[in-house]
């Protein structure tokens, strides 16, 4: 089995910065990519941004492009989602996922469609005020 931790959400006011972690643990030799995904109050979950467990190939959703960044902490099993500039409709439960499908599934597109990942942390809230 696979286990995602997530941590580092919060409150901030708009405009600020907040770093989640994602950390991977049991039998992650399998996994291909992980990716966050956030749900608002009253929303569908929707993918933000994925990765390959390589640390290569980051996709992000058009909300987020140029104010988030994901990436892997090198030699270990932890991904990074670096938020910046934060804004009250970025207000979510912001999800770790994890998927073991083969091939170069972020350059096919799947990298935002949530129903790519197998596996999920448990989530951590980010709130943002304005």
């Known amino acids: 089995q696979v286990q995602l931790a997530e941590s580092g959400g919060g409150s901030v006011q708009a405009g600020g910065s907040l770093t989640l972690s994602c950390a991977a643990s049991g039998k992650t030799g399998g996994l291909n990519a992980i990716g966050w995904v956030r749900q608002a109050p009253g929303k569908t979950r929707e993918g933000i941004a994925s990765i390959y467990t390589t640390g290569a190939g980051a996709v992000y959703h058009d909300s987020v492009k140029g104010r988030f960044t994901i990436f892997r902490d090198n030699g270990k099993n932890t991904y990074v989602l670096q938020m910046n500039s934060l804004k009250p409709d970025d207000t979510a439960m912001y999800f770790c996922?994890?998927?073991?499908?083969?091939?170069?599934?972020?350059?096919?597109?799947?990298?935002?469609?949530?129903?790519?990942?197998?596996?999920w942390g448990q989530g951590t809230q980010v709130t943002v005020s304005s």
């Open positions: 996922a994890a998927s073991g499908a083969p091939g170069p599934i972020l350059d096919y597109g799947f990298g935002l469609t949530v129903s790519t990942f197998s596996y």
